[in-house]
């Protein structure tokens, strides 16, 4: 009995062993497991970050060439516009003001002067000018022999125009010796029909002093037009506005604002 007693230990003992073998390799099995798959894990995140990484440099790289490229299109684009502009006129129009210093041996006869305002200079340039009012009819003789209406005369025509400097016009304009003349001036260029309402007036009866001035006693005024075909038809569009302006006379020159 005592025999048989310590065989049943000794297998206890044996199952005891056996199975805190099983238990530990269990374990090691485990762990080898966690190692692997936390080893996996890394992988996947360290090829997942240079994947971003990678995506993110791809990013900045098609960024900035797209960025270049509209750059260069911006570039090209703006050198053909201003290449277009320097062909036709571009946004330039044209203003004519007067010189309000009377011409010899008179009170109220002035000569204008024709400037091109902008970047661009003007092209194929005609200029009309006509007196208001208009009247009601004209001689039909009259326009056939000088192929013209006889109330509108030729101021100017030249082939180009160079942008922001005045040119004085041969032809004069007489105004009312009282109140306000009005002028009407048509200007055909290649960017574009413009049309000028050129206002004169008188303020005062003699030039009056100013400082070191003298102040005219004549003043004037326009507003610039343009036309635009839109929908069949064709509208004004303003260009520009020009309040009325006093002109100044010190040691021979003429004071006159710039358009």
Not at 58 to 87: G, V, W
Not at 117 to 132: A, M, Q, R
Not at 247 to 256: A, E, H
Request: some cysteine; proline content about 5%.
């Amino acid at each position: 009995m005592s025999w048989i007693g310590m065989l049943f230990v000794l297998l206890w003992v044996e199952y005891r062993a056996i199975d805190k073998e099983h238990h530990d390799n269990d374990i090691a099995q485990q762990n080898a497991l966690r190692a692997i798959g936390n080893g996996f894990t890394g992988v996947l995140t360290d090829q997942r970050n240079r994947f971003a990484d990678l995506i993110k440099k791809s990013d900045e790289a098609f960024k900035k060439t797209t960025e270049q490229a509209s750059a260069q299109f911006d570039a090209t684009m703006t050198e053909a516009q201003e290449n277009l502009n320097h062909m036709t006129g571009g946004k330039t129009y044209p203003a004519i003001s007067p010189v309000l210093i009377p011409v010899k041996n008179t009170t109220n006869t002035f000569r204008l002067v024709i400037r091109a305002v902008g970047s661009s200079p003007l092209f194929d340039v005609n200029v009309d000018l006509s007196k208001l009012p208009l009247p009601t009819t004209a001689s039909a003789t009259d326009f056939v022999t000088d192929m013209a209406l006889p109330y509108t005369t030729t101021l100017y025509t030249s082939a180009s125009l160079n942008p922001n400097r005045g040119e004085l016009l041969v032809p004069t304009v007489t105004v009312s010796e009282n109140g306000e003349t009005d002028f009407v001036i048509t200007t055909m260029a290649r960017n574009g029909v413009f049309h000028e309402m050129l206002h004169i007036r008188r303020v005062r009866d003699v030039a009056i002093p100013s400082g070191k001035d003298l102040l005219l006693p004549w003043e004037y005024s326009y507003e610039i037009t343009r036309d635009v075909r839109r929908d069949r038809r064709t509208d004004g569009v303003s260009v520009t506005k020009i309040p009325w302006q006093k002109c100044l006379f010190f040691s021979g020159q003429i004071k006159q604002p710039e358009p």
